[in-house]
């Protein structure tokens, strides 16, 4: 049963035996055993609010997806080179969601597959080397991922920026380079300085990588009209722009399906992963025509998992209850008065400076009047919550924001009781006695 081995063993057989680098949340780790909707359950039988998990997006086990592929593991589970509608049938739904332009899918079974996959289209389709990527972006574990991936390369363990990479700084009108409103085109600048730069060394742009909302970041909204600017001085360059819908997509933003619609441009390519299987792994790379038109170069893209029917199936199932349960429109009205709500605890609670996001995915960023970052408040902040049965994330170069991303069938009484609690803690000794 669930409770034959201690958490106490399962931590040592770790520590021995599975990766060193590999982490826990919370001193205390919790084992959960069992997910619904936006609750979690631990061994003991405690309920927990999920406010973390944007990969459970339509619920923790929603009983239509796990039906999905129960019945069609049951029946055949095979790759891409039998014929299958599964396969035609999600790449379907995706499309409808998409504008004309993004017309071709490729699948795989992670956000990081799917954005090795898109700097290798760059690559194939420019014949250029040379990536430009955001401070502090995160796109992913593999070599060619961390290789564009600030928050890796210049955190603990990184050796820097490799030579084909080059980093803008992050467009945070809060606390970064540029502050307030109107910075979109400082930002942009920046952008094109680092362009620059490559034509300098006498080569040219392959790609630009940016999520629509930075998340490892910090949840950083991009300022008003940086990306149609970036896009612009990218494209003038020769370059392809790859949205990073990984965290963001499926309805997340409420507004709009996907990050980008955000911004009113039409990235050449998107890559998708973590809502798509809700738990199940599975990614995809939507382009346009031309760029897979180049990419299909003759070398055949295989791949033994990505797009196999039961994967198929699940996505499809995740895509249809977004639309059926309308949970793009709910985050939309959940995630604005929540929002709303943050806000009105920022002007209680001066050491929220910031409340931003869009849609179901949200963060409050804590600093003290000097604006200097508050790491071990937000920390505290989050492990308190945890002990009041809400578990919540934080994240940012500087430790010190909230992250509020949770199931999107999040509702409304949740979203009182979350804020309840932060108001609750904000009063407490340890929060005001800095
Ligand atoms: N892109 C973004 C923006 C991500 O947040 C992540 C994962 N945190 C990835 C890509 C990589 O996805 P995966 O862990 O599924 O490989």
């Not at 049963?1 to 590999?22: F, P, V």
């Not at 300085?193 to 040219?204: E, N, P, S, V």
């Not at 149609?228 to 819908?245: F, M, N, P, Q, T």
Request: proline share 4%; glycine share 10%.
């Amino acid at each position: 049963s669930n409770t034959s081995i201690s958490n106490g063993e399962i931590i040592a057989y770790r520590k021995q035996h599975l990766g060193k680098s590999l982490s826990l949340q919370y001193k205390i780790p919790i084992k959960m055993v069992r997910g619904a909707g936006q609750y979690l359950l631990d061994q003991f039988g405690r309920k927990y609010l999920d406010t973390v998990n944007n990969v459970a997006h339509v619920g923790h086990e929603h009983p239509d997806v796990v039906k999905a592929g129960q019945e069609q593991m049951a029946l055949i589970n095979t790759n891409t080179r039998y014929l299958h509608e599964n396969i035609n049938n999600l790449a379907k739904e995706l499309l409808k969601t998409l504008p004309p332009e993004l017309s071709v899918v490729h699948f795989v079974n992670s956000g990081s597959e799917a954005n090795e996959l898109a700097i290798r289209m760059v690559k194939v389709v420019t014949g250029e080397q040379d990536i430009l990527a955001s401070e502090v972006g995160y796109h992913g574990n593999t070599n060619i991922c961390i290789d564009i991936s600030s928050y890796k390369f210049d955190g603990k363990g990184g050796k820097g920026a490799p030579e084909h990479t080059h980093i803008f700084p992050l467009p945070d009108a809060f606390r970064g380079k540029y502050r307030g409103k109107n910075t979109g085109e400082l930002y942009a600048q920046e952008v094109q300085k680092q362009i620059d730069l490559i034509h300098a060394k006498g080569r040219k742009v392959g790609g630009f990588i940016i999520e629509p909302i930075i998340s490892c970041g910090g949840q950083i909204d991009l300022p008003i009209g940086f990306l149609e600017l970036a896009y612009k001085h990218v494209r003038a360059a020769g370059g392809l722009c790859i949205s990073d819908e990984v965290q963001v997509g499926c309805g997340r933003m409420g507004k709009a399906f996907w990050g980008f619609e955000l911004h009113g441009v039409v990235p050449d390519i998107i890559t998708i992963g973590k809502p798509l299987g809700n738990g199940h792994p599975l990614a995809a790379v939507i382009c346009t025509k031309e760029v897979a038109k180049k990419f299909a170069n003759g070398m055949e893209f295989f791949n033994t998992f990505g797009g196999n029917p039961v994967s198929c199936a699940i996505g499809t199932e995740v895509i249809r209850v977004v639309k059926r349960e309308k949970l793009q429109e709910h985050a939309l009205k959940v995630g604005e008065s929540l929002k709303l709500e943050l806000k009105k605890l920022s002007v209680d609670f001066p050491i929220i400076g910031d409340v931003r996001g869009e849609g179901l995915f949200l963060g409050i960023e804590l600093v003290d009047a000097a604006m200097n970052p508050l790491a071990e408040q937000t920390d505290y902040l989050a492990n308190r919550m945890k002990e009041h049965g809400i578990l919540m994330s934080t994240d940012g170069p500087d430790h010190n924001v909230l992250k509020i991303k949770p199931p999107m069938v999040f509702t409304q009484e949740n979203a009182i009781e979350l804020v309840y609690y932060l108001r609750k803690i904000l009063a407490e000794d340890f929060m005001v006695s800095f």
